[in-house]
């Protein structure tokens, strides 16, 4: 081709483009009949993304779903925006700051206290020891209480974890569990307390905020305002991160440690009945490098570590709350069954912690344990269960507190210094929407945002570029883990290093830094993931004269016909040619309520070539996404002005 006519192909297209008002984004959002046909311009040469798929490399295709598809609409509904008050919300009769804790003597009435004289409170610090004598047993239950402080009115706080509990009369009428932040002295882990203090070689806290058995198509449905936060804030999504294995334990091990299950068993953990303490943990490396480190759970009975599983014999990290939410479940045995009866519902146990939700005093935590540490670098991991294990609607309650954590911390000017990783383990294991196919497709992706301060942004640009280039690959627990070792020393993630690794042989590793590029030939097998977990699709080729396709160009051939109806000076259009016809099958599923299929056809008169899934559902089609217009009309649109028709009409 010539100059002169690729100048000439170019000016025409531009000159299509702008009559069409730039058709991708007027038409992104435009609906169409009962089932929703979208439609808009996708053509490579105007870069656009396609929406169609979360993944859809060589290795790996993971199509879009709808996070309110018919075949689980029993499941998903609307909760109230504000959860029901704790039981004892408004007759606590204690309350505290940072420093003391002191007797709400106005409640008095709640809890029938008349004679201030008969009325005392005892307090009294607990902990866990480093060592204890008994290892037979479960290490969380050897918690050693002080002697008690009996007080009036008010007391000093001198200790990170306290009981009070205030009597009349010689009957304890109130009990509630007290947790503080003190700033501790630095110290290292007890294998090696002595050395000096190290020079911290990276710039950034790590948060790493995590929520038990939510999908990424959950966290979209439940958590719009938190989302839109993110968005607005262009956190990256990784949109094809991809379970490892089926719980918490064994999906959180290897972003912790690198390993999976079998390989921890043969390594630091050879004998179920002994602790989790010999493990490489992650954060004790970047204790190396100056950070204090934090793990904290909402939940004792389901924690990851401790659920059929011995726990930790000592601290594994500076503050460790394990021990403390033990406590608090012990009382919450106790007052569960008045919760029932206040609440009207049958959980097991009160989500309840005293006058507040296990959730909120997980996010109040955070914030007063980053406020303590100031400026002093932090790694945490601040796991939240307690609303979102066992409830697949339940997270929408706790979608305005994570918002406003979030919002609080660029506020105060945190998040300019802190990589926030936002992941949950799996999606939702339990209850009947696991026996729907997209059930078990959500139970295999996981959400995860990582939100990058601006001054990484403009720092490290080719590893933030790569990071955003990995949002549509497919990732696992192991390049998260990768991606944290990294973060240890920020020299391995400049331009220089990042262009010297790139010619290396990684792209085979099964867990890889997602400052790397990930391989667009990578596969489940490749990344570690087995087959029962793996969410990516094979797609198959469709016979040209099957039924079932005939059938499907049918529908969409009637569909955009009924569009055009209304607009007379279109010609009807009918499929001149089918170029793709996939099946897409998931490589697992037990359930086949439905068969989605990838179309490509071209359309006459008018040559368009269009793209579509469309889905077998119910002996009926649907379909899912938008169509995709793939390559610009020519001049015999100009009887239309409407940029969404003309994608289609051809005049007569």
């Known amino acids: 081709m010539d100059r002169k006519t690729i100048i000439s192909t170019v000016l025409l297209k531009v000159l299509i483009c702008v009559r069409l008002s730039c058709c991708y984004y007027v038409t992104r959002g435009a609906s169409f009949l009962e089932d929703s046909l979208n439609i808009s311009l ?7 993304r396609d929406e169609s798929f979360n993944v859809n490399t060589v290795g790996c295709i993971i199509p879009s779903i709808n996070i309110r598809d018919v075949t689980i609409q029993n499941y998903i509904h609307k909760t109230n925006k504000r959860a029901k008050l704790c039981y004892n919300y408004n007759t606590r009769l204690l309350a505290s700051n940072q420093t003391h804790i002191w007797v709400k003597k106005y409640n008095f009435i709640y809890h029938n206290v008349e004679d201030e004289s008969n009325f005392m409170c005892c307090y009294q610090s607990f902990h866990k020891p480093l060592s204890v004598p008994n290892t ?6 050897n918690i050693q209480y002080l002697s008690c402080i009996l007080f009036h009115d008010i007391i000093e706080v001198s200790n990170e974890f306290v009981k009070v509990n205030c009597s009349y ?18 110290t290292y882990t007890r294998h090696n307390p002595f050395k000096p203090w190290p020079a911290n070689k990276t710039n950034y806290n790590i948060i790493m905020l995590g929520m038990g058995s939510m999908s990424r198509q959950n966290f979209y449905r439940t958590m719009p305002k938190t989302l839109g936060i993110l968005k ?7 949109k094809g991160y991809n379970t490892v294995a089926g719980d918490t334990f064994e999906n959180m091990m290897p972003v912790l440690v690198g390993m999976n299950n079998t390989e921890i068993q043969t390594t630091c953990w050879k004998d179920p009945w002994s602790s989790l303490d010999n493990c490489p943990y992650i954060w004790e490396r970047f204790k190396d490098v100056g950070y204090y480190t934090a793990l904290v759970e909402d939940t004792s009975k389901l924690g990851m570590f401790n659920q059929w599983k011995r726990g930790f014999q000592g601290s594994p990290t500076d503050y460790y709350l ?3 939410i033990h406590e608090t479940e012990t009382l919450n045995k106790k007052n ?25 005093f997980l996010i109040n935590y955070i914030r007063r344990l980053t406020t303590t540490l100031g400026k002093s670098k932090l790694f945490g991991l601040f796991w939240e269960t307690t609303m979102s294990h066992d409830n697949l609607n339940d997270p929408a309650l706790m979608d305005k507190a994570y918002g406003q954590l979030i919002n609080k911390m660029e506020s105060t000017g945190y998040l300019n210094e802190t990589i ?33 301060p601006p001054s990484f942004r403009t720092q490290y640009k080719l590893a933030y570029h790569n990071l955003n280039v990995n949002k549509e690959r497919l990732t696992t627990p192991f390049d998260l883990h990768e991606t944290l070792v990294d973060l240890i020393d920020m020299s391995a993630i400049t331009k220089t290093e990042i262009l010297k690794r790139n010619s290396g042989f990684y792209t085979h590793n099964r867990g890889i830094s997602l400052f790397l590029p990930i391989p667009k030939n990578r596969t489940c097998d490749m990344a570690g993931i087995r087959a029962l977990w793996c969410a990516c699709y094979n797609d198959v080729n469709v016979e040209p004269n ?23 000076q279109c010609l009807k259009l009918i499929v001149d040619d089918i170029i793709i016809a996939k099946e897409m099958i998931p490589i697992y599923t037990r359930y086949n309520e439905w068969r989605d299929f990838n179309m490509v056809v071209r359309m006459a008169p008018g040559g368009g070539m269009f793209e579509t899934i469309m889905r077998f559902y119910n002996n009926s089609w649907t379909i899912v996404d938008r169509v995709k217009r793939l390559n610009f009309p020519d001049f015999g649109t100009m009887c239309i002005e409407d940029a969404t028709i003309k994608l289609f009409c051809f005049c007569k």
């Not at 939702?428 to 990058?452: A, S």
């Not at 051939?557 to 007379?568: I, R």
């Open 232 to 238: 607005k804030r262009d956190a990256i999504e990784l």
């Open 546 to 568: 099957s039924p079932i396709l005939m059938d499907a160009v049918s529908y969409f051939t009637n569909k955009t016909n009924e569009m055009l109806k209304s607009y007379p």
């Open 42 to 48: 996708d053509s490579y040469e105007i870069g656009q």
């Open 136 to 141: 037979s047993s479960y290490f969380i239950d």
């Open 322 to 324: 394990h021990p403390f």
């Open 169 to 186: 009369e010689n009957e304890t009428i109130y009990e509630q569990y007290f947790v503080f932040t003190p700033k501790k002295d630095f």
């Open 420 to 452: 926030l990783i936002f992941l949950s383990d799996h999606g939702m294991d339990t209850g009947n929407i696991v026996l729907t196919k997209q059930g078990q497709i959500e139970q295999r992706l996981p959400f995860v945002f990582i939100l990058m």
């Open 336 to 360: 569960s069954i008045k919760y029932k009866k206040y609440a009207k519902v049958n959980e097991i146990l009160s989500p309840c912690m005293g006058d507040k939700y296990y959730y909120e």
